[in-house]
């Protein structure tokens, strides 16, 4: 999955920081009206209900400036939120802190609040605030790469495989057994000699080392996970299969969905392949087997690669040496320069007539009608 980044403001709106600023001053300036109508309340004497009514209708919209201005400090925290919603919490904030301070009994100084939220930008300030974006979104990305040692393609092929991971491990009805040997099999060093599998110690020895589940190897095998390439000595040498290195990455990637036990493996495998129709002793002979890999796990898998693999594969990589413009000197005599190829004479052939003349559209001529004779009417003439 594609990571969150923050939508650019459309042109004119103003900058995150701009808004934060706005919200917080409008919020403040709400508490301050409402703190002076508490303040009215507790000097008068006479008509205390109306000023009571005032304070309650203050500190409403304190609490609800307040409450906008909060709404957009969380927003500028999450990349997710595009940069209009902070305009809007912004644009709330005043508001209400306008309607604070006319509620309050006081001077409206908020309203110029909204003045500086709808303030057509320079030419000046929007390249800097797209400057600003840019230098954000370099400083993320630096971050990201230095976690993860990836660049944001390469993080979005690893996102989309966890994905891919969670979906389909379950299904491969794997133990951790069955990673460890597909992981053995991943060195090049796991072979089959006679009914044993074991694996060797060094490439090329294809004797002793240590040994491996002979049943999971051959189940792995028979699902053709692993294919089988045969030496001259009749030992053979097992590897991943194409499939079975998109399983094997995808296993890795999300561990938690391998059984706990072989029982725990078949009775998940016999529960997908249980059907009523079906003989019993075919459903158990069917979860016995691995299934293979979902196809569409195979085609939306990609291996991403760190930025350190991809310098190695770059430095790897020599130059084409250029071409000489002059032949070395050998002391033989030079060449006799070849002739330029010249064309091939043409044939000398006559024309072919045409089979056919050229068409000529029939006239129409006027079609006769036929009178019909019964065969017993006489012909009259």
């Given amino acids: 999955m594609p990571e969150p980044v923050r939508a650019a403001a459309p042109f004119g709106d103003p900058s995150p920081q701009t808004c934060l600023q706005v919200a917080g001053e409008a919020a403040l300036l709400a508490v301050i009206a409402a703190d002076d109508a508490m303040a009215a309340v507790c000097r008068s004497r006479s008509g205390a209900a ?46 209400h802190a306008v309607l604070a301070q006319a509620a309050a009994g006081v001077e409206t ?13 320079t030419p000046a300030e929007l390249a800097e605030r797209e400057s600003a974006r840019r230098q954000e979104e370099a400083e993320r990305e630096a971050e990201q790469q230095a976690a993860t040692g990836m660049d944001r393609p390469n993080r979005e ?10 979906r389909h491990v379950a299904e491969l009805g794997w133990t951790t057994g069955h990673l460890r040997v597909m992981e053995a099999a991943a060195t090049g ?3 089959w000699r006679g009914s044993r599998a074991r694996l060797a110690a060094r490439n090329g020895e294809w004797t002793g080392g240590r040994r491996i589940s002979q049943e999971r190897t051959q189940a792995l095998l028979t699902a053709k996970f692993l294919t089988a390439a045969q030496n001259g000595d009749g030992t053979h040498v097992l590897t991943p299969s194409p499939m079975g ?27 997908r392949v249980r059907r009523r129709h ?90 006769t009608r036929v009178i019909p004779v019964s065969p017993l009417q006489p012909t009259l003439w």
């Fill in 157 to 166: 092929k690893a996102a989309s495989n966890l994905y891919l991971a969670e």
């Fill in 109 to 121: 100084t908020a309203a110029g609040l909204g003045a500086e939220l709808d303030r057509v930008l």
């Fill in 189 to 191: 060093r796991l072979y």
């Fill in 278 to 367: 079906k003989r019993r002793d075919d459903q158990k002979a069917a979860a016995r087997r691995l299934p293979p890999l979902d196809r569409s796990a195979q085609k939306l898998y990609q291996k991403p690669v760190t930025i350190a693999e991809q310098q190695a594969l770059d430095s790897q990589q020599a130059p084409l040496d250029a071409v000489p413009a002059t032949p070395p000197e050998t002391g033989a005599e030079p060449l006799p320069a070849a002739a330029p190829p010249q064309p091939a004479p043409a044939l000398a052939t006559t024309p072919r007539a045409p089979a056919h003349g050229p068409y000529r559209p029939l006239r129409s001529r006027p079609r």
């Fill in 50 to 95: 109306k000023l009571e009514a005032a304070m309650h209708a203050a500190h409403q919209e304190a609490v609800e400036a307040a409450r906008h201005a909060d709404h957009a400090e969380q927003y500028a925290d999450d990349p997710e939120m595009p940069a209009s919603a902070l305009a809007y919490c912004a644009r709330q904030a005043v508001h």
């Fill in 245 to 271: 290195n998109v399983a094997l990455d995808l296993a890795r990637l999300h561990q938690d969905g391998l059984h706990t036990s072989d029982r725990a493996a078949y009775d998940a495998r016999f529960a």
